[in-house]
């Protein structure tokens, strides 16, 4: 039985919220791409997903490659399911974050935007895509916000120079300046890459609180205990001085890990400001590492909530793992970085299909849905995959009122209205 006739009414309800950004004939190839994203593949591409559905690849291609979609319409629906519920929306607590991730391409000769560049997962150089992503972490969700492609300088004519160029640190500010219109946020936090003058004070001015690392490099302008003066100063001489100066003023603080135990760091903490930069600062200082796998002795945090406590400050600054979360959920569950297109624009509307298909497994598991339909309760957006690929497949044999062995034994359904509805 063709999979066009599958009959699954929470997918259908939740892919209908898309209906008004495409014509009948594209919401159709819409809902085939979206089911395709839900099977398993040993090379993933436009052509072996169109296989999956058992619909013609041309067409398939053509929906990708040729017909019109309104790009930005389609993000904002899906903000929109996700904000409609209390179980999916951000909350007050949540925190903004930013990064970016490098979909590794070696091979990839004329894939637009591939050059070589640091890439984050690798964390080498490589040819690659590199996507700036935004999401909304807090200790119980995270969610990805948007994600925006980064074009390096040789893609324009005119390089950095050109004024269609935007360096990372300007597709943040314009992700940040987005969100602070459409969402109530209490802060963002990001790694030390985007800790520029250039972004901090942008937030700073927006009147918003920011938590982030700085590189090891930076400097810091504030008084020095030896000189006796102000003077610019390294993170690596600023332990320094902490550990001879300031040993008495070093403060254990306690968190608990995500798997419920203590952890104790040693902190010192203090106000300066980075060389250069205008934002007051909170300085909290880590004398060791995160963990075992960590490679750093230290951890230097800023934060412009100068009232902010220690515990607040190593706390949200941790939240930004949410978005790495996000970002391996993608690639390991949806082939984020497994694309067979080449033009930038092609690349985006599958990243977009892979936004999706990662938020109707967010909506159905933070809701859970699936728990009076199938008998085994996944866990992982990899589990909540394959049993939604399992009622794919089975709603689309048509099989289910006739087989009521296959449909306890294999798909573990134990639905007697889902059953119902799909026999229909």
């Not at 070696?106 to 150089?125: D, F, H, I, S, V």
């Not at 490589?126 to 995270?142: D, I, L, Q, R, W």
């Not at 300088?153 to 597709?171: H, L, S, T, V």
Request: hydrophobic share 40%; with cysteine; aromatic share 14%.
């Amino acid at each position: 039985m063709s999979i066009f006739r599958t009959n699954i009414p929470l997918l259908n309800k939740f892919l209908e919220h898309f209906a008004s950004c495409f014509t009948k004939k594209q919401f159709a190839m819409f809902l085939l791409v979206v089911y395709a994203m839900f099977k398993d593949y040993k090379r993933n591409s436009l052509e072996a997903m169109a296989q999956a559905v058992h619909t013609d690849y041309q067409k398939f291609q053509y929906f990708f490659s040729e017909s019109k979609w309104d790009l930005p319409a389609l993000k904002q629906k899906r903000m929109d399911i996700i904000q409609k519920q209390r179980t999916t929306a951000l909350t007050k607590d949540s925190i903004l974050t930013i990064d970016d991730t490098g979909c590794p391409k070696p091979y990839a000769k004329n894939t637009e935007a591939a050059k070589w560049q640091y890439c984050g997962p690798l964390k080498r150089p490589e040819t690659c895509n590199v996507v700036v992503g935004a999401a909304f972490v807090s200790k119980t969700k995270h969610f990805p916000l948007d994600v925006i492609p980064y074009l390096p300088a040789d893609e324009f004519g005119e390089g950095k120079d050109d004024p269609k160029f935007k360096d990372k640190i300007q597709i943040a500010m314009d992700m940040f300046d987005a969100a602070s219109n459409a969402f109530d946020f209490s802060a963002i936090a990001f790694d030390s890459w985007y800790a520029s003058q250039r972004f901090l004070e942008h937030i700073h001015a927006k009147k918003k609180h920011f938590f982030s690392e700085i590189k090891s490099n930076r400097n810091i302008s504030m008084y020095h205990p030896e000189k006796q003066k102000y003077c610019i100063i390294k993170p690596d001489e600023l332990v320094t001085l902490i550990k001879k100066h300031y040993a008495g003023k070093i403060k254990y603080v306690t968190l608990k890990s995500a798997d419920g135990s203590e952890v104790s760091y040693k902190t010192y903490t203090f106000d300066a400001k980075l060389n250069g930069c205008n934002v007051p600062l909170k300085f909290v200082v880590i004398l060791g590492k995160w963990n075992k796998e960590d490679d750093k002795k230290y951890h230097v945090l800023i934060t412009n909530q100068l009232d902010a406590s220690v515990k607040t400050v190593i706390t949200n600054y941790l939240l930004r793992w949410g978005i790495e979360h996000c970002f391996k959920e993608l690639k390991d569950t949806f082939y984020f970085d497994h694309y067979q297109v080449r033009h930038i624009d092609k690349i985006e509307r599958y990243w977009n299909i892979c936004l999706i298909s990662w938020t109707f497994v967010y909506w159905i598991k933070q809701n859970a849905y699936l728990d009076k339909i199938i008998e085994t309760k996944p866990s992982t957006f990899n589990e909540f995959k394959k049993a939604i690929n399992s009622l794919l497949e089975f709603s689309s044999t048509n099989a289910l009122s006739k087989n009521e062995k296959l449909s306890q034994e294999y798909f573990k359904i134990k639905s007697a209205r889902f059953k119902k509805k799909i026999a229909a």
